[in-house]
């Protein structure tokens, strides 16, 4: 019998035209042998179509698994994780812990400290004490301001000097109550695609390189002028140290599935920085993740295959854990 994959898609996140043509080459990835594919579609406001997935076990006998393909808020952030769990059906990608803590971009920071992971120096400030001062005392510029919990560089701007700063501090304000400030670093910009469960493995690395000062939100989805080199050009010790560095952050923040970690390398010093962890990374069929996976070994709808195939494997082994005495 044919898998019956449930593809949700849109919602309500400045991402949602992204989600929308990630969605597409999902399903046009999806083999008609071996499954069905059933859409769900979620408008700007919120309202699913043609119908909901109940959080009630049973409620959705025509799912055997889920493959959420929404980007940001409430999507990427484990609230959709949250009401799959309730609903016990089996869904790709990162549960709700890993998407959490990997969507908010301190908390991920902290999390990588912890296991002593290289990440860019960096102070907090929220909405209600928008004071640079912590900031202008420990960090050098340019200073890179960004909300906490976005993506797709909406609300991120560089600041060169006090006073741009505190402008990019209440621009971020706008989108979240906690934004980070950090060290500007002057390098590359490296990505890895990482995919598994229990043994995650790491792709092949790719560069990213920007056409305009940072990589930003025109740069990403309506310049089309970033250039990309994969496998990048790297020596192969540095090669190894970011595909290790990949799976290390994947694990420290609990993910599941897969993720995209993005890296910072400086010219400078030769030093490897974690920038973050996209645990619903862009899938778009000129996107990073899928694209590195198939210079990998890996084509399109291998990597659908292993997916589905990791989410039912968590799926089970969840069923053997005991939630009550
Ligand atoms: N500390 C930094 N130093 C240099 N460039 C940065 C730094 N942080 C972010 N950037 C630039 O801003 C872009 C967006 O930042 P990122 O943290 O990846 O946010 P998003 O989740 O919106 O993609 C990066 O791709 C990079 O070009
Ligand atoms: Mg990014």
Known sequence: ??????????????????????????????DPAKYEKIEYFIDQQGKWSPRPILPEPGAQPDIDVVFPVLHGTFGEDGTIQGLLELADLPYVGAGVLGSSVSMDKEMMKRVCAERALPIVDYVTVTRENQDPAAALAKLPFPLFVKPANLGSSVGISKAHNAEELQASIACAAQYDRKIIVERGIIGRELECSVLGNEQPLASLPCEILPSREF????????????????????????????????????????CEGMGRVDFLLEIATGKLYINEINTIPGFTSISMYPKMWE???????ALIDQLIELALDRHRRKKATRFAR
Do not use: N, W
């Open 1 to 30: 019998m044919k898998l019956r994959i449930a593809v949700v898609y849109g919602g309500r996140s400045g991402e949602h035209e992204i989600s929308v043509r990630s969605a597409k080459s999902v399903m046009a990835g999806l």
């Open 215 to 254: 990589y930003d939100y025109d740069d990403k989805y309506l310049l089309a002028e970033a250039k990309t080199q994969l496998p990048a050009d790297l020596p192969a010790e540095k090669t190894d140290e970011l595909r290790r560095l990949a799976v290390e952050c994947y694990r420290a923040v609990d």
């Open 295 to 301: 210079q990998s070994g890996i084509p399109f709808g």
